[in-house]
């Protein structure tokens, strides 16, 4: 593993305790029990919020695909399977990371397509 992927993992992964710790207050101790689509909307809207969720998506897909890719590399496949499985793994990420950002702006009724 690369010296910046392997840091990249560290990172992601206190983005993830964090955020996960964060998330997991405001959603079942801030009072809105239960949690309804008209919370979430209100909370979307605010700019930090969906900053905060953006954030904390790129950090789990990062973190997510980056450690599959990893315990496959461990198995040392040939470098063409390597490859293969590295970008298929890029554009999955990036796909879910596009589908991610399009769902929470649909939260902001902000048309993106």
């Not at 930090?48 to 997510?64: D, E, I, M, P, R």
């Not at 315990?71 to 499985?85: A, E, H, T």
């Not at 890029?90 to 950002?101: D, F, V």
Request: aromatic share 14%; net charge neutral; hydrophobic share 55%.
């Amino acid at each position: 593993m690369s010296f910046i992927r392997w840091l990249l993992q560290r990172l992601t992964g206190l983005i993830l305790v964090l955020g996960l710790g964060t998330h997991t207050i405001i959603i079942h101790f801030s009072g809105h029990s239960p949690v309804d689509v008209n919370v979430v909307h209100e909370r979307l809207k605010d700019t930090f919020w969906l900053l905060f969720y953006v954030v904390f998506l790129g950090a789990t897909l990062f973190h997510g695909l980056n450690g599959l890719y990893e315990v496959i590399d461990d198995y040392k496949p040939s470098r063409g399977l390597q490859v293969f499985l590295g970008v298929m793994m890029w554009c999955a990420g990036c796909a879910a990371l596009i589908w991610g950002l399009i769902v929470l702006m649909a939260w902001r009724n902000v048309v993106i397509i």
